[in-house]
């Protein structure tokens, strides 16, 4: 399947990644010593992103409809 640019699933999949990074992120600034406050930052940058992620996959569904 050819998808182009404008197709909202391949947001959803990029999104997915964007996600993956940030937990990975997240778990290394942990390992070294991050502060408390710093981990609430990136969780809340975490919880915007699946957000996103949701409102993204809801238009894909309507897309694939």
Known sequence: MI???GDPRRH???EI???RGLVLIRKM???RGATQ???EECDAVIARCRR???ELAVR???YAA
Do not use: K
Request: aromatic fraction near 0%.
């Open 52 to 54: 996103q992620l949701g």
């Open 60 to 62: 894909a569904g309507a």
């Open 12 to 14: 959803v999949n990029d």
């Open 29 to 31: 600034l942990a390992e």
């Open 3 to 5: 998808r182009t640019l």
């Open 17 to 19: 990644g964007h996600i």
């Open 37 to 39: 406050a710093e981990l």
